[in-house]
């Protein structure tokens, strides 16, 4: 069958800023915590139940921090993806090594990510530092180019990026994460999104241009469920089953002086750059812009009276 040549991979990119891990969100009735423990438990389920749908699926895990984002999965000293998992016996144990190396490397790194971090953050500064989350769709979609670049003749990979966000979205990296999802649809990467706080309109945006499935999770203790349900089946098998409708996509752009949203601004007709206010100078290409002149109100004309003779 045509299906046994193409092989699947699942980019996994998890933010992993630690002001917004362990918050008290409200869900419903009930208050419930954000536990960055129990989000990597139900990822890492869910990374393991990805490799066990077929025999041939990858897997890449990048972990997204405020000052950096790093692979954790697979490693700089092994090989790409996961492709090796079916020469390797049971350990002891009766674990799966694929799924043991899976997880060790994923906890390992993690941790010394966070570890390195906490020793470099400043306790004195009073802003909350954004996550990286351009930087990590950036690898990512270096990372699948690579992949399909070294693919085997006869072999087809089909790619996509699973995005686990908790952390608000920063208008500042407004244009490089529109350019992640441009290049992502150009390359037919699908790009999902599971975000457990705030909605995030960026992620709507990625998830409404690429053919992606965007959800907000409604019980944080529920993730593992709606990871299996919503984001294991491929793309072409989540046309047969009945999922979360979508909801209103936030378009709104981010202007290029202040980094806010704005409902209506002005456009740059050269470049396409938004402001909020009117410029005469595009900051971005430096085109002029003039305004059109007020036309001049005309005198009225008097009527000639008739001097007709006779009359």
């Not at 917004?20 to 869910?46: A, P, Y």
């Not at 990286?132 to 089909?158: D, F």
């Not at 441009?182 to 699908?190: E, G, I, L, Y």
Request: glycine fraction near 4%; proline fraction near 6%.
């Amino acid at each position: 069958m045509a299906d046994e040549n193409i092989s699947n991979l699942l980019v996994v990119i998890l933010d992993a800023n630690p002001v917004w891990w362990g918050r008290i969100v409200s869900e419903g009735n009930q208050q419930q915590q954000i536990s960055l423990t129990h989000c990597v438990d139900s990822l890492m389920v869910f990374c393991n139940a990805h490799l066990m749908m077929k025999h041939d699926n990858c897997l890449s895990f990048i972990v997204s921090h405020t000052s950096t984002s790093k692979f954790v999965f697979p490693q700089e000293d092994s090989a790409s993806g996961v492709g090796e998992n079916g020469q390797k016996d049971l350990p002891s144990d009766g674990k799966y090594e694929g799924f043991a190396d899976v997880n060790d490397a994923i906890i390992t790194e993690l941790k010394n990510l966070l570890s390195a971090e906490d020793s470099k953050a400043d306790d004195h500064s009073s802003e909350v530092p954004p996550t990286l989350l351009a930087s990590a769709l950036t690898m990512a979609l270096c990372y699948i180019h690579r992949a399909e670049r070294e693919c085997p003749v006869g072999q087809k990979l089909k790619s996509r990026i699973l995005v686990l966000k908790a952390a608000p979205d920063v208008s500042t990296q407004y244009m490089p994460i529109m350019n992640c999802i441009f290049a992502a649809q150009k390359s037919n990467t699908v790009i999902d999104a599971c975000v457990l706080d705030e909605h995030s309109g960026f992620l709507q945006q990625a998830a409404d241009i690429t053919g992606g499935m965007y959800l907000k999770v409604p019980q944080t203790l529920a993730l593992l469920q709606y990871l299996l349900w919503v984001f294991l089946p491929e793309p072409p098998v989540r046309e047969q089953l009945i999922l979360p409708s979508s909801m209103h996509i936030d378009y709104r752009a981010a202007c290029f002086c202040h980094r806010r949203l704005v409902d209506i601004g002005f456009v740059c007709s050269v470049c396409l750059s938004i402001y909020c206010q009117f410029l005469p100078l595009c900051l971005t290409c430096q085109t002029r812009f003039k305004l059109p002149a007020l036309p001049l109100a005309r005198p009225k004309k008097k009527k000639k009276e008739n001097t007709a003779p006779g009359k």
